[in-house]
């Protein structure tokens, strides 16, 4: 089966950039979904295939795929960025990453 | 939006019908899915049923294919999820979302605010 793994945690200076990753094997040739879930909250779609926003995400969410690593990019993180990020393929089913907790300090 | 019903607490090998009830979007032009989340906060994929234009199989999770069955009724702006032989594994929250993609499961783009199901004897 597929996997993708994200880190557990990634904490990040208000104001400044974080990067979550989402590894996987030759993922770059894979659409990666995005998706940000907060406290008591339904997930919700911030980046789909690789690099677009739906209509509503702010330009400071940007994605890149390459290689054997997704990665989703949050620019001039603000404190309503924290929540958790999972990231999502189709391999033959649909998966997850485990998720990844965005701390902004 | 989507608003899922159904959930609650059922006993092991027993079955369980949730609903997703959609508004606000052509229901029958959209691809569904089925996603959950165990308590330990882990997202898992269900299934996915195409619009009836495209037509094509239901597909289904390897952990739930033969026991969990998809349908929607376009009439009715409904999706479900029959749940058969539940085991204590299946204890999640389940949401329904509109799937993006047409031939096979893509970006959910819409999510319900999710059901709450407990296994348990």
Same mark, same amino acid.
């Given at each position: 089966?597929y996997?993708?793994?994200?880190?557990?945690?990634?904490?990040?200076?208000?104001?400044?950039?974080?990067?979550?990753?989402?590894g996987?094997?030759k993922?770059?040739?894979?659409?990666?979904?995005?998706?940000? @879930?907060?406290?008591g909250q #339904?997930p919700a779609?911030?980046?789909?295939? !690789?690099?677009?926003?739906?209509? =509503?995400?702010p330009?400071?969410?940007?994605?890149?795929?390459?290689?054997n690593?997704?990665?989703?990019?949050?620019?001039?993180a @603000?404190?309503g960025?924290? #929540?958790?990020?999972?990231?999502?393929?189709? !391999?033959?089913?649909v998966?997850? =990453?485990?998720?990844?907790k965005l701390?902004?300090? | 939006?989507?608003?899922?019903?159904g959930?609650?607490?059922?006993?092991?090998?027993?079955s369980?019908?949730?609903?997703?009830?959609?508004s606000?979007?052509?229901?029958?032009?959209?691809?569904?899915?089925?996603?959950?989340?165990?308590?330990?906060k882990?997202l898992?994929w269900?299934?996915?049923?195409?619009?009836?234009?495209?037509?094509?199989?239901?597909?289904?999770?390897?952990?739930?294919?033969?026991?969990?069955?998809?349908?929607?009724?376009?009439?009715?702006?409904?999706?479900?999820?029959?749940?058969?032989?539940?085991?204590?594994e299946?204890?999640?929250?389940?949401y329904?979302?509109?799937?993006?993609?047409?031939?096979?499961?893509?970006?959910?783009?819409?999510?319900g605010?999710?059901?709450l199901?407990?296994?348990?004897?």
């Open positions: 089966s996997d993708l793994t994200q880190p557990l945690s990634v904490s990040v200076a208000l104001g400044q950039t974080a990067n979550i990753t989402c996987g094997n993922i770059g040739s894979k659409d990666v979904h995005w998706y940000q @879930q907060k406290p #339904a779609l911030v980046i789909y295939r !690789d690099t677009n926003r739906p209509s =509503g995400i330009e400071r969410f940007s994605g890149s795929n390459s290689g690593t997704a990665t989703l990019t949050i620019s001039r @603000q404190p960025d924290e #929540a958790d990020y999972y990231c999502q393929v189709w !391999d033959g089913s998966i997850f =990453g485990g998720g990844t701390s902004v300090l | 939006q989507l608003v899922e019903s959930g609650g607490l059922v006993q092991p090998g027993r369980l019908r949730l609903s997703c009830t959609a606000g979007f052509a229901f029958g032009n959209h691809a569904m899915s089925w996603v959950r989340q165990t308590p330990g882990k898992e269900v299934g996915y049923i195409r619009n009836k234009g495209y037509g094509g199989p239901i597909e289904y999770a390897a952990s739930v294919k033969g026991r969990f069955t998809i349908s929607r009724d376009d009439s009715k702006n409904i999706a479900y999820l029959h749940m058969n032989s539940l085991k204590t299946d204890t999640a929250i389940y329904c979302t509109r799937d993006s993609g047409t031939t096979g499961p893509g970006a959910s783009d819409i999510w605010q999710g059901t199901v407990t296994v348990s004897s």
